[in-house]
Nanobody
Framework: QVQLVESGGGLVQAGGSLRLSCAASRRTFSSYPMGWFRQAPGKRREFVAA????????EYADSVKGRFTMSRDNAKNTVYLQMNSLKPEDTAVYYCAAAPNALGEYGIWGQGTQVTVSS
């Protein structure tokens, strides 16, 4: 079973940037499509971005398009989420996930990293 560990969260002012990382414990990571999700206090977890195994295909939530970029480095077993022009509404716990099934349900999750954007 692959384990995922997120890092890079923190406190940033509106308009600032952060880069989240998600490190996987096994080289089989490269065979998994990956995703980022987030959950704000009192809200349901929501999709942020997804990336194919090769990194050639990406998908973003409308709320982050043009501001966030997801990428992966299979040699380092790591995916990234570059977040620019951050807004207070981006405040949430961010989770990376791996191995979606045919229904798009992810089977492997990290523990999450807190991102707080101050106004």
């Amino acid at each position: 079973q692959v384990q995922l560990v997120e890092s890079g969260g923190g406190l940033v002012q509106a308009g600032g940037s952060l880069r989240l990382s998600c490190a996987a414990s096994r080289r089989t990571f490269s065979s998994y499509p990956m995703g980022w999700f987030r959950q704000a206090p009192g809200k349901r977890r929501e999709f942020v971005a997804a990336l194919s195994t090769s990194g050639g295909t990406t998908e973003y939530a409308d709320s982050v398009k043009g501001r966030f970029t997801m990428s992966r480095d299979n040699a380092k077993n790591t995916v990234y989420l570059q977040m620019n022009s951050l807004k207070p509404e981006d405040t949430a716990v961010y989770y990376c996930a791996a191995a979606p099934n045919a229904l798009g349900e992810y089977g492997i999750w990290g523990q999450g990293t807190q991102v707080t954007v101050s106004s």
